[in-house]
T-cell receptor
Framework: DGGITQSPKYLFRKEGQNVTLSCEQN?????MYWYRQDPGQGLRLIYY???????QKGDIAEGYSVSREKKESFPLTVTSAQKNPTAFYLC???????????FGNGTRLTVT | SQQGEEDPQALSIQEGENATMNCSYK?????LQWYRQNSGRGLVHLIL?????REKHSGRLRVTLDTSKKSSSLLITASRAADTASYFC???????????FGAGTRLTVKP
């Protein structure tokens, strides 16, 4: 079955540590996205990538970094510079623009 | 910044009633999409309406789009308890590169 896999489902880290969230898709989609969701809130765009080796900042990129070395993978690193990293992180992909997004089931990150 | 704003923030209805959610956005778009999210899960795509369309149907869902008012509505008819979820609108900008979401409407359907 094709889909998007985010791992792990729950992640706990100490303040000051960098942490990398995994996102893998086997849908052969070109575009991939990272969103952050806080309790009771909508999704805010962190980074997106239209093709391999290229990505753009979204609305809240500060304190985050990404890479797109392979078409199927778009890992997100939450750095120690991110002031409030505790949140629910969602990865999504789609074949091209003007098509629906396919979402993973998210990673809930807790930083203490 | 979030592109869309949903209204109301929360809606509680009885099973069998219709539910209407509204979305307003700020910039020109290529299409507008509605998604559903069950608690703690990823989002699931419901319906896409393009900027040159005014209305679209899919099963019990009806979506309208008014580009002059920069607004859309989602109507769920004959609601069921299983429709309980959060519903989000998302807009695809003219360059089709990014998608931005509103804050969502939390729908509760009581059996």
């Amino acid at each position: 079955d094709g889909g998007i896999t985010q791992s792990p489902k729950y992640l706990f880290r100490k303040e000051g540590q960098n942490v990398t969230l995994s996102c893998e898709q086997n849908l052969n989609h070109d575009a991939m996205y990272w969103y952050r969701q806080d309790p009771g809130q909508g999704l805010r765009l962190i980074y997106y990538s239209q093709i391999v080796n290229d990505f753009q900042k979204g609305d809240i990129a500060e304190g985050y970094s990404v890479s797109r070395e392979k078409k199927e993978s778009f890992p997100l690193t939450v750095t120690s510079a991110q002031k409030n990293p505790t949140a629910f992180y969602l990865c999504a992909s789609r074949p091209t623009g003007d098509s629906p997004l396919h979402f993973g089931n998210g990673t809930r990150l807790t930083v203490t | 910044s979030q592109q869309g704003e949903e209204d109301p923030q929360a809606l509680s209805i009885q099973e069998g009633e219709n539910a209407t959610m509204n979305c307003s956005y700020k910039t020109s778009i290529n299409n507008l999409q509605w998604y559903r999210q069950n608690s703690g899960r990823g989002l699931v795509h419901l319906i896409l309406i393009r900027s040159n369309e005014r209305e679209k149907h899919s099963g019990r869902l009806r979506v309208t789009l008014d580009t002059s008012k920069k607004s859309s509505s989602l109507l769920i008819t004959a609601s069921r308890a299983a429709d309980t979820a959060s519903y989000f609108c998302a807009t695809d900008g003219l360059d089709n590169n990014d998608m931005r979401f509103g804050a969502g409407t939390r729908l509760t359907v009581k059996p």
